[in-house]
């Protein structure tokens, strides 16, 4: 014991001198979470205009019943311009509105005499999805039009019922992904400085001379890195708080062990690698594009337990798969998932594999490198 923290104590003072690849855990990261911001942190709504030429009161009922409808983060799915006709046109053609209502004039007579009323809409669906949003929205909107003038809805009722007590966008969801990634960059970051200083050090061959097993030797370099790839996390942790305001709260000893088992994966997979690494900064950026790889096929983008018929055969082989969702419980919700037991059993397995088949072939490197 007195001989594992010697080397731990060595350890933790080699990292001392460069404690700058914490950054490694943080940054990268950080870009991500920018670029993702920008693309997905801002609710849909879309602008059009809305011309009419109704000569009677149901086309402004209309015109209110699309102002009233919000969506479920309260805000309204269409944003009216106050574009005259003429200008509203024009601002179309040059694809600078997302659509435009058309309200004929005969449109009160037509609800009034019980026919059929008619609505011209022309939306720039140059983006399939933004195609489909329309369609759903514009639904709402007629819903909530009927209401407005006293007719019946239409006949259908809907029961509507969530797994979750709160929902939330996209934005949350990658950032939660971006947590992950933030541990196991940790982790990472920090073995390969670790190895990478002892092999420049000629620590490696001092060790390997040693006539005890190498396992010992192993286990304060894992130890650290793992300390700090829960250090890395969990700072990320609080820049996620300050964006989004999602925070595990008393579940914060789970999100460290699903994080934590995860990273030691990692760790024991770029502590062989560092073992061989020559050029520090070459071995760095293999690092930060395997665990960013990592983020995007273990589901780092959406939720896995949603879309498991999609998700690729090769996603299941890395751990991120398994504590992605378990992670969105803790931090986004604040609950358990129904398949917590399961996934930290899987779990278990990937890491305690990954710690004995890491220090079996690290020992046996260090050993031929006499």
Do not use: C
């Amino acid at each position: 014991m007195r001989r594992l923290w010697i080397i731990l104590s060595t350890e933790f003072k080699s990292w001392r001198q460069d404690p700058v690849s914490a950054i490694g855990g943080i940054l990268p990261p950080l870009i991500i979470l920018i670029a993702f911001s920008i693309m997905f942190g801002a609710r849909p709504t879309f602008k059009i205009a809305f011309i009419n030429h109704d000569e009677g009161n149901y086309g402004e009922l209309l015109r209110q019943a699309i102002e009233e409808t919000i969506s479920p983060f309260n805000v309204p799915y269409y944003d009216i311009s106050t574009l005259s006709e003429t200008e509203a046109w024009e601002v179309y053609q040059q694809n600078h509105l997302d659509g435009i209502w058309v309200v004929p004039d005969d449109f009160s007579a037509r609800v009034d005499a019980g026919q059929e009323p008619e609505i011209e809409m022309y939306f720039s669906n140059f983006i399939d999805d933004a195609a489909k949003n329309h369609r759903i929205y514009q639904a709402e909107v007629m819903w909530t039009f009927y209401e407005k003038i006293g007719m019946p809805s239409p006949p259908l009722a809907m029961l509507e019922e969530y797994p979750l007590p709160i929902m939330v966008g996209w934005f949350p969801i990658i950032s939660v992904g971006a947590v992950l990634l933030s541990f196991i960059l940790g982790g990472m970051m920090n073995i390969l400085m670790l190895t990478y200083r002892e092999q420049v050090a000629k620590i490696t061959l001092e060790f390997a001379l040693s006539p005890r097993s190498l396992g010992w030797v192993m286990i304060p370099k894992i130890i650290l890195a793992l300390m700090m790839s829960l250090v890395t996390g969990t700072i990320f942790l609080v820049i996620i708080y300050l964006w989004t305001g999602a925070w595990p709260g008393h579940y914060l000893p789970h999100v460290w062990l699903f994080a934590g088992l995860v990273s030691l994966f990692w760790i024991m997979a770029v502590l062989v690698v560092g073992l061989r690494a020559r050029h520090f900064m070459g071995a760095a950026i293999g690092v930060v594009l395997t665990g960013v790889t990592a983020f995007f096929v273990g589901g780092g983008l959406l939720m896995v337990r949603n879309n498991e018929a999609n998700v690729p055969w090769f996603s299941w082989l890395i751990p991120n798969t398994y504590a992605v969702d378990m992670l969105r419980d803790f931090i986004l919700f604040n609950t358990f998932s129904p398949d917590f037991r399961k996934n930290i059993i899987i779990l278990t397995i990937f890491a305690g594999t990954a710690v004995l088949a890491g220090i079996g072939i690290a020992s046996n490197q260090l050993r031929r490198s006499r």
